[in-house]
């Protein structure tokens, strides 16, 4: 690399959005576009893995164009295309994965593999377009990340280097999310539902368990998740009303206390083990990332939390916490400058970790050529029959 700011073409579509973005020397977004799944998936109540592959197919080319054209640059000015291997669904990944090998053969860019989670953690370091400098996180630092797939705390004592402290031992806090969302009746996904019901709820006194755990900084939501059922299913059936399969439903204005109460049990979980982890490690800042990390709740406590510590809090503008390109961009560049290339034969790791308890590099061997051109078949052979019909609606978002 010469003097200049190197700029890397990030590629995300490990689960249900499209992503792609030009990122400057790891920090600036140039400009991105995020085409998003959520009505596709929405009748479902979940992702449809063949839907999503589909739909990516179908976004992945107008997404470059709209980032092409909005920054201007072209694909012979990119140091390098850094695309999400893993961990995600096989046949979504294999889109984006099988899109960033044809440009960077195409157009004789470095390739870069990049791990999805460590995406999350590096969208911390993400400058909007027209926004301020402002200092990096200083190590060492504690991360916590909280998406729709995985919940998990990191120490990282410089880039790239993460000491696994705790995990969830069964639901992902996204997950429990989404599925108190819909015992409760409310929308997919049930992350934004229940924040929102929680805000208008009036009482807030409803209290729901919390798995502590010990001492330790794994999490468990799946006793919080059956409590919330027993707590509807008992109030269904003294209002005489049918279960919640059934299609029952509690008054309006008790969803949104039981709505306020299960986030308030995640969210005093996650923050205390945070917290905790922060002072225990004598951290310098406090990292977030994930969908999850959007939630307003959770963000004011763990603030609330490390500015009586006196440390700073990085967390992402909600639009950086859910799934996009621009943090597979600044994870993807410090991989670049670290001297990583990925071959021809990059494949996908669905079940790729950060990093493995202990905090041994995950060293496993990506799944051989044959796997990934199976499955990225399956998906061309979807795409072929059509199954599902029209195109997806993309909801896309520019950064302002
Ligand atoms: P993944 O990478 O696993 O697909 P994302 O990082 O895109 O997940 O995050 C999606 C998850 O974040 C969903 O489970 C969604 O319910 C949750 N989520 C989004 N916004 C909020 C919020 N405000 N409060 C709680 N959860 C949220
Ligand atoms: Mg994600």
């Given at each position: 690399?010469?003097?200049?700011?190197?700029?890397?073409?990030?590629?995300?579509?490990?689960?249900?959005?499209?992503?792609?973005?030009?990122?400057?020397?790891?920090?600036r977004?140039?400009?991105?576009?995020v085409?998003?799944?959520?009505?596709?998936?929405?009748?479902?109540?979940?992702?449809?893995?063949?839907?999503?592959?589909r739909?990516?197919?179908?976004?992945?080319v107008?997404?470059?164009?709209?980032?092409?054209?909005?920054?201007?640059?072209?694909?012979?000015?990119?140091?390098?295309?850094?695309?999400?291997?893993?961990?995600?669904?096989?046949?979504?990944?294999?889109?984006?994965?099988?899109?960033?090998?044809?440009?960077?053969?195409?157009?004789?860019?470095?390739?870069?593999?990049?791990?999805?989670?460590?995406?999350?953690?590096?969208?911390?370091?993400?400058?909007?377009?027209?926004?301020?400098?402002?200092?990096?996180?200083?190590?060492?630092?504690?991360?916590?990340?909280?998406?729709?797939?995985?919940?998990?705390?990191?120490?990282?004592?410089?880039?790239?280097?993460?000491?696994?402290?705790?995990?969830?031992?069964?639901d992902?806090?996204?997950?429990?999310?989404?599925?108190?969302?819909?015992?409760?009746?409310?929308?997919?996904?049930?992350?934004?539902?229940?924040?929102?019901?929680?805000?208008?709820?009036?009482?807030?006194?409803?209290?729901?368990?919390?798995?502590?755990?010990?001492?330790?900084?794994d999490?468990?939501?799946?006793?919080?998740?059956?409590?919330?059922?027993?707590?509807?299913?008992?109030?269904?059936?003294?209002?005489?009303?049918?279960?919640?399969?059934?299609?029952?439903?509690?008054?309006?204005?008790?969803v949104?206390?039981?709505?306020?109460?299960?986030?308030?049990?995640?969210?005093?979980?996650?923050?205390?083990?945070?917290?905790?982890?922060?002072?225990?490690?004598?951290?310098?800042?406090?990292?977030?990332?994930?969908?999850?990390?959007?939630?307003?709740?959770?963000?004011?406590?763990?603030?609330?939390?490390?500015?009586?510590?006196?440390?700073?809090?990085?967390?992402?503008?909600?639009?950086?916490?859910?799934?996009?390109?621009?943090?597979?961009?600044?994870?993807?560049?410090?991989?670049?400058?670290?001297?990583?290339?990925?071959?021809?034969?990059?494949?996908?790791?669905?079940?790729?970790?950060?990093?493995?308890?202990?905090?041994?590099?995950?060293?496993?061997?990506?799944?051989?050529?044959?796997?990934?051109?199976?499955?990225?078949?399956?998906?061309l052979?979807?795409?072929?029959?059509?199954?599902?019909?029209?195109?997806?609606?993309?909801?896309?978002?520019?950064?302002?």
């Amino acid at each position: 690399m010469s003097g200049r700011a190197s700029l890397v073409l990030a590629i995300e579509s490990s689960c249900d959005e499209t992503g792609v973005a030009v990122v400057e020397s790891g920090r600036r977004i140039l400009a991105q576009a995020v085409a998003s799944q959520i009505a596709l998936h929405a009748p479902a109540g979940g992702i449809v893995p063949e839907l999503a592959a589909r739909a990516h197919l179908r976004w992945i080319v107008p997404a470059l164009q709209e980032v092409l054209a909005t920054t201007g640059v072209t694909i012979g000015e990119i140091d390098a295309i850094a695309v999400t291997a893993g961990p995600g669904l096989a046949g979504s990944l294999l889109v984006g994965i099988a899109f960033a090998k044809t440009l960077a053969w195409a157009y004789r860019r470095p390739l870069v593999g990049v791990n999805h989670l460590e995406g999350h953690l590096y969208a911390a370091w993400l400058l909007d377009p027209g926004e301020p400098e402002r200092p990096e996180p200083p190590f060492p630092l504690v991360a916590l990340v909280v998406s729709g797939g995985h919940t998990f705390l990191v120490e990282m004592r410089d880039h790239l280097r993460y000491r696994l402290l705790g995990e969830t031992v069964d639901d992902a806090a996204g997950e429990a999310f989404d599925k108190a969302g819909r015992l409760l009746g409310l929308g997919y996904p049930g992350g934004p539902e229940i924040a929102a019901a929680a805000a208008r709820s009036r009482a807030r006194d409803a209290v729901l368990p919390r798995a502590w755990l010990g001492k330790s900084y794994d999490f468990s939501f799946s006793g919080l998740k059956t409590a919330l059922r027993r707590q509807v299913e008992l109030e269904l059936a003294a209002a005489d009303r049918p279960a919640a399969e059934a299609g029952g439903r509690l008054d309006p204005a008790r969803v949104t206390e039981l709505a306020w109460g299960f986030q308030e049990a995640v969210v005093d979980v996650l923050a205390t083990k945070t917290l905790r982890a922060a002072d225990e490690t004598a951290a310098r800042a406090v990292v977030m990332g994930g969908g999850v990390a959007s939630n307003v709740a959770l963000r004011e406590r763990i603030a609330t939390g490390a500015a009586a510590r006196g440390l700073p809090l990085f967390v992402p503008r909600p639009g950086l916490c859910t799934d996009n390109g621009a943090m597979i961009g600044a994870a993807g560049w410090r991989r670049f400058v670290a001297g990583e290339r990925a071959g021809d034969d990059l494949g996908a790791r669905p079940a790729w970790p950060l990093v493995r308890p202990g905090g041994a590099p995950d060293t496993r061997r990506p799944p051989r050529r044959g796997t990934a051109a199976r499955a990225y078949e399956i998906a061309l052979a979807a795409e072929r029959d059509g199954a599902g019909g029209a195109p997806v609606p993309a909801a896309r978002e520019r950064t302002p």
